[in-house]
């Protein structure tokens, strides 16, 4: 294993340079290391690459049309992209402990780890950037579609990397980094519920990446210095992983470039409840064990646990300093002033994981404090698009890296910033986001229509709390008395729906705590991509992309859309808490979503209590509630003609009549993964 990378660049460079007559220069392909080539101060003197150096699948006579940079950047071009010119089977694997902070107030530092691939052809002669999945589950729960798990060769290197972003971006220049979080595989610590453990762990790093941090070889103790780097980092991942770039972004890390959070939560208190209501309870007990499980290190972090669970005060569901430490856009550790990365934003429009509000709400806080950004929006719910949209999505991100990391003037950030699926398959781009006309305010009415218009008559209409209800059974047709349920008439034309409807209204209630769902739903039959299985469905073939080596391997199951007819969509729900029996003015705010109601269907609003599984359930009794029609809106950022509705037949259908894949996932315990 090589750990011990403390020679000179320049110096090397140079004497590679002397001593071989190589130049990266336009048309000269990188070197490969020559390994009986060592010559005196530890120096590997370099050869020219010989054609096994260009992998499998570059044409004939790609290595002679190849345009590299400079010696400082020694990355190849084919039509604009990085190339992969370097051997992956050959590259360099390794292992080092990052020293952090005490982070679990045991007295002593913490120990991260970092498991590393780079390129041996330009180890000692050029340096490269970094691109870093950091992830609490590479021990405990596996990455990816395949759940894969790090593993390790006879001698304890780094074997296999999960997911595909080594086996791609190796090849083209770059190191791939794949970091346990602290508590979590190999590292030291406590994990702490996305709080400050959990992200300055990786920051950690980051820190050693450009410098500014120290590291040891795992098994002597002996310093390392990262000298093969650029400094420059680019951090990825899904979920949690997401999560920690966002995190760390938020601190303001020097080095840190860009990241591309894909189903990541900005704030934790968004994560894991809603206006007041916890969507599960002991919830940050659950997922800080969870993520610690099959960790390597053994440690009770016990005490740690149950005091942060304590502090996250499910009994009040407050925005306590325990979620304010939490919260990445605008929080007391974290905040969204502070990123100088770039921000490359993927999100599943259907994603019932992490909610939606986490990417929308963090795309806008990053716009208030000007940071670049990017958006990729699906019709998916928590998937990665490598496997929703494999080809385009391998072929942007590569592109974005290499724009971002290497500098590479490839044209990308001049592409529209944003794209939308708005229905299956059907995309739409735009330079911004959400993108809406303006705000539509629909009034409900006695009869049960939901109307434009001024503000109506002061009317109530009121429902019966029921615990055991759940908003699937609240959607439907027919008489009943625990719910309200209001419809427009038939959309003359095609609607799109950008952003986070609302609804604004006076509740009264006579419980000493209540609580209000309110859900917006599209009823027509048309094609949509279903609920079932996050809108996906896993086949039995592979693709691969990228170089495979051992047990290391670049291919991976192929995934399709999940498309069905169904005779409605939930657009979005939201949910609050009503502490104290009486009068509560209260607005709602549900889910983000953005995508075209066609014309001919109608929007149903649905007003109830108690959402049995997609919140606990503060008020388990037969409560009698209202609201003020009056004072009741349904507020929608919408995009396109909405000046009247025609009457036409009701399109909410009987529940008998309601495709399964239509409704809501059952409720589940859920994890950021």
Known sequence: MRVHHVRA???????????????????????????AGEVPGGVVAATEAPAAAVPAGTSPDAAGALSAGSADAPYVLDDGATAPVYDYAGAIRESVNVIAPDLDGDGDAEEIRA??????????????????????????????????????????????????????????????????????????GCTDHGGPSDVLSVKAVVDWLNGNATAVDPRTGDPVVADWTTGKTGMIGKSYDGTLANGVAATGVEGLETIVPIGAISSWYDYDRAQGLPFSASYPRFLMGYVAGGRHVATDCSAITEALNTAGDDASGAHNAFWDERDYRSGSLFDASRVTA??????????????????????????????????????LGHVDPFDSDRAEWVDTLHRWFDHELLGVDNGITDEPAVRVEVAPNEVVTSDTWPVTDRTARLRPRADGNLALGARGRAADAGWVNAPNQTFNTAL?????????LFRTGTLTDDLRLSGAASVTTTVTHGASTG??????????????????????????????????AGV??????????????????????GWARLDGAGTHTVTVEMQT??????????????????????????DRAATQYSIDLGSTALNLPVSGPMTS???????????????RSALLPEARVVVPR
């Open 342 to 379: 770039s921000v490359f934003v993927v999100h599943g429009a259907q994603d019932t994981n992490v909610d939606t509000p986490n990417f929308s709400r963090w795309w806008t806080a990053l716009g208030e404090h000007g940071v670049q950004r990017k958006l990729w929006l699906t019709r």
């Open 515 to 548: 609580q209000i769902t309110v859900g917006l739903v599209d009823y027509g039959v048309m094609d949509r991509v279903l609920t079932g299985g996050e809108g996906a469905t896993t086949l039995g073939t592979e693709s691969c992309y990228g170089e495979s």
């Open 115 to 188: 498991d590393i691939i780079r390129p041996a052809e330009l180890d000692g002669v050029a340096e490269v950037p970094v691109v870093m999945d950091a992830s609490p589950y590479y021990a405990c729960c596996g990455r990816g579609n395949e759940s894969e798990l790090k593993q390790y060769d006879a001698a304890g290197d780094p074997a296999l990397f999960p997911l595909y972003y080594d086996n791609w971006f190796v090849p083209r220049g770059y190191a791939y980094v794949a970091v346990d979080m602290a508590g979590t595989g190999w590292s030291t």
């Open 552 to 573: 290391d391997d670049a291919c991976y199951r192929d995934v399709v859309r999940n498309i069905g007819s169904t005779e409605l969509q939930v657009l979005g729900r």
């Open 476 to 484: 439907t047709a027919g008489a009943n008395p625990n719910r309200l």
């Open 645 to 659: 509705f025609t009457p036409g037949h009701s399109l909410v259908p009987d529940a008998a009549d309601v495709t």
């Open 9 to 35: 660049k320049q110096v090397a460079a140079a004497a590679v340079a002397a001593l071989t007559g190589l130049a990266l220069a336009a048309g000269t392909v990188p070197a490969a290391a020559d390994p």
């Open 593 to 618: 979503n953005d995508l075209v109601v066609p014309a001919g269907h109608q929007l149903g609003l649905v007003v109830m209590g108690t959402d049995r599984g997609a919140t606990v359930t503060v």
